[in-house]
């Protein structure tokens, strides 16, 4: 019996039940406007003041891989930003046409309860030794108004990652809370 067992954990082990999740924490941008629950593990930036408001948040390193990481960002998008004025704007950048990226139509989503659009796009990686894998980057964004401008929800992966390993980003964009953005 005692061999069984010891196959049985030795197989649960190996298929990764084990494994710790990641534990979350709560984390405000008080100028950005939100509340959200973020890996605690995960590196916090956020946007320099000269920018919109806003946090890239990114995976810790994967072995293996030293340049490209998995990373989400909520950016807030105040009425009249200098990058981008408008959701229209937005999601123009991201959608012309240059060689080697390419997107997906527009899908309706919701945040919070909030009428949302998402938008997939997909960038090729700078082709130098310093980035491994070769290949694109695909982000997937949930864009929608709020508070007299628009935030924007992403996580970008390295291509052929799966989609939203460990459920992170839905756990994010699920906590998510906005406030009265820009005070």
């Known amino acids: 019996m005692r061999r069984y067992c010891f196959v049985a954990l030795a197989a649960a082990a190996a298929s990764g039940c084990f494994m710790k999740k990641p534990d979350f924490i709560a984390y405000t941008h008080e100028k950005a406007g939100f509340a959200v629950e973020i890996p605690s593990a995960w590196t916090v930036i956020e946007n320099r003041p000269e920018f919109n ?9 994967v072995k293996g891989r ?27 950048a991201r959608t012309r046409s240059l060689p080697g990226y390419s997107y997906e139509e527009l899908k309706s989503a919701t945040v919070a309860g909030i009428p949302a659009k998402e938008l997939a796009w997909r960038k090729p ?19 929608f108004s709020y508070g ?13 990652d799966p989609e939203d390993a460990g459920g992170l980003f839905a756990r994010l964009v699920k906590s998510f809370k906005p406030a009265q953005a820009g005070r």
């Open 53 to 61: 408001p806003g946090v890239q948040l990114l995976a810790p390193p």
């Open 66 to 92: 030293r340049a490209v990481r998995r990373s989400m960002t909520v950016d807030f998008y105040p009425a009249g930003d200098k990058q981008y004025s408008s959701i229209e704007d937005f999601i123009s």
């Open 125 to 143: 990686l700078p082709q130098s030794p310093e980035f491994s894998p070769k290949g694109a980057m695909v982000t997937r964004a949930l864009l």
């Open 148 to 160: 007299g401008g628009f935030y924007v929800l992403a996580d970008a992966t390295a291509e052929g």
